[in-house]
C-alpha cells in the first residue's frame, strides 16, 4: 500500500531563516505530489504541484519554492521566512495523470509552522 | 478556475442530532466531488466521493451526500451524530485536472 511521510511534524524558524520540509511517497511511481497550506477558516490553497520529475507548477506568488528532485520526493523550499509564512502546510499525492474520483488526493500528516 | 463555497464556519450539535453541511461550487462542467474530513490531531482523510451514478453518494461512518446538479450542490449528511464526529469537514472539487480545490472547511463540535 502507498503511504506518505512528512518531517518535521513541527517547527520553528526566525524571521529570515531558510526553510526546508520534505515529504517522500512510498508504494507507488511516478505520482502527482502537491503541497497546501490550511490557514484556519480559509481551507486549504494550493501553492505548487508536480507531475514529474523537475516539473514544479506554482499557483500562488508567494516567498517559497518547491522542488522534486526525485520521483517521490517534494520538498518545499524558502531562502529567508517572512512571519506571513507561519502556518500549516501539507503535502499530498495522487495517481496521474489527472485528480479524480478513481485519483483522489491523499494527505500526509502536515507541517506546523511558526515564525518567529 | 472552480471555487467552493461551505455555508457553515462552525456547527455546534448535541449527539444523536442531524447533521448537515452544505457545499456549492461554482463550475458548468463534468466535476468530481469529495468531502474530506480531518479529526483532531489526526490527517485529512477522504470521507466519500462522486463522479457519476447514483446522486447520493454513501461515505465512511455513516456520513452520505446528495449531488444535485441543477444547484451545484454537493452537501454532506449524517442522521445521527456521535461525539467522534467532532472534526473539521472540507468540501472539495476538481474538474478532471491536476487540482483539487477546497471549500474553506466547517468545523463540527459534537456534545454530548
Known amino acids: 500500500s502507498q503511504t506518505i511521510h512528512q518531517w518535521p511534524a513541527t517547527l520553528v524558524q526566525p524571521v529570515g531563516s531558510p526553510l526546508s520540509l520534505e515529504c517522500t511517497v512510498e508504494?507507488?511511481?511516478?505520482?502527482?505530489l502537491y503541497w497546501y497550506r490550511q490557514a484556519a477558516g480559509r481551507g486549504l490553497q494550493l501553492l505548487f504541484y508536480s507531475v514529474g520529475i523537475g516539473q514544479i507548477s506554482s499557483e500562488v506568488p508567494q516567498n517559497l519554492s518547491a522542488s522534486r528532485p526525485q520521483d517521490r520526493q517534494f520538498i518545499l523550499s524558502s531562502k529567508k521566512l517572512l512571519l506571513s509564512d507561519s502556518g500549516f502546510y501539507l503535502c499530498?499525492?495522487?495517481?496521474?495523470?489527472?485528480?479524480?474520483?478513481?485519483?483522489?488526493?491523499?494527505f500526509g500528516n502536515g507541517t506546523r509552522l511558526t515564525v518567529t | 478556475a472552480q471555487s467552493v463555497s461551505q455555508h457553515n464556519h462552525h456547527v455546534i450539535l448535541s449527539e444523536a442530532a442531524s447533521l448537515e453541511l452544505g457545499c456549492n461550487y461554482s463550475y458548468g462542467g463534468t466535476v468530481n466531488l469529495f468531502w474530506y474530513v480531518q479529526y483532531p490531531g489526526q490527517h485529512l482523510q477522504l470521507l466519500l466521493k462522486y463522479f457519476s451514478g447514483d446522486p447520493l453518494v454513501k461515505g465512511i461512518k455513516g456520513f452520505e451526500a446528495e449531488f444535485i446538479k441543477s444547484k451545484f450542490s454537493f452537501n454532506l449528511r449524517k442522521p445521527s451524530v456521535q461525539w467522534s464526529d467532532t472534526a473539521e469537514y472540507f468540501c472539495a472539487v476538481n474538474a478532471r485536472d491536476y487540482k483539487l480545490s477546497f471549500g474553506a472547511g466547517t468545523t463540527v463540535t459534537v456534545r454530548a
Open positions: 499530498a499525492w495522487s495517481r496521474g495523470p489527472y485528480v479524480s474520483y478513481n485519483s483522489p488526493l491523499h
Open positions: 508504494g507507488t511511481s511516478n505520482p502527482n
